[in-house]
């Protein structure tokens, strides 16, 4: 019965979600709103807010599988910068967007990425800067520009990192034990992996890489800190599109992102 409820529940989101996107975008020609509410699957529409669903409209509309489009916007409600990106699907692009940010020393205090039906990637990252706070309005060209030249392979993350990802002395302090889980249970199509750890520049990227280098596609993610500790939840598939049931392949991954995170951590503390 819970489980039927939560369907209803997701259902009605959905619609509504739809609803008010239609109502926003009232000067819009109806075959192009039809083509917007019909590209995206049900997490998109119950995991964004209203706002982000008019911005992604507007990226994705006339995109090219070419093209990557980003949105920057002060996010008062979080204390965050919000960017949104909208570019064609393909493995590793949650990587590399966290390393494009990394780069810029922007701090993810939560993330979302999902996939449209016509293989675009919708990836929405709340941001603050070094000071735990929201960029300032004159920084944000400077933060497009690193974001685009990482993406044009003008900069590679994984070399310019090594010598930003450094921890402050008070986070140096903190141990928060690692904790990672496998859930297959908890979505129909995807495993669920969850990553519990203690927080730093270039984390995120460590991890994504990671799996990404190991074969595995980040449907969907969802990233939530909490002071020093931080929980990256990953929706994924493997290459084949089959979930992670294999207990060899399960322990395989636990390992490398453990490595991951051990050896980000002490690059991070060794300076």
Not at 140 to 165: M, N, Q
Not at 193 to 199: P, Q, S
Not at 210 to 219: K, R
Not at 233 to 261: C, E, N, P, W
Request: charged share 30%; glycine share 6%.
């Amino acid at each position: 019965l819970d489980h039927g409820l939560e369907a209803v529940n997701r259902d009605s989101a959905e619609t509504e979600a739809k609803k008010k996107l239609r109502a926003a975008l009232a000067d819009w020609d109806k075959k192009d709103l039809r083509h917007e509410t019909a590209r995206h699957y049900g997490p998109y529409w119950q995991g964004l807010p209203t706002d982000a669903h008019i911005v992604f409209a507007n990226l994705l509309k006339g995109i090219e599988t070419h093209e990557i489009r980003l949105d920057l916007n002060p996010d008062e409600d979080r204390d965050a910068t919000r960017i949104c990106f909208a570019l064609a699907d393909h493995p590793g692009i949650f990587s590399r967007l966290a390393g494009a940010l990394a780069l810029v020393g922007a701090n993810v205090v939560d993330a979302r990425t999902y996939t449209s039906s016509d293989g675009f990637a919708t990836a929405v990252f709340w941001v603050q800067d070094a000071d735990g706070h929201p960029y300032e309005a004159d920084r944000l060209p400077r933060l497009r520009r690193t974001i685009e030249r990482t993406f044009h392979g003008e900069v590679l993350p994984r070399k310019s990192l090594a010598d930003k990802d450094k921890m402050k002395k008070r986070e140096k302090a903190f141990n928060v034990p690692t904790s990672i889980s496998f859930d297959n249970e908890g979505s129909e199509i995807y495993t669920i992996i969850e990553v519990d750890t203690r927080d730093r520049p270039g984390l995120l990227y460590d991890l994504t890489r990671t799996l990404a280098e190991s074969n595995v596609y980040i449907a969907s993610a969802v990233i939530a800190t909490y002071g020093e500790q931080v929980v990256d939840t990953f929706y994924v598939k493997d290459m084949f599109g089959l979930k992670f049931h294999s207990a060899t392949k399960q322990k395989t991954l636990d390992r490398r992102l453990r490595a991951a995170i051990t050896a980000g951590a002490e690059r991070a503390e060794a300076k």
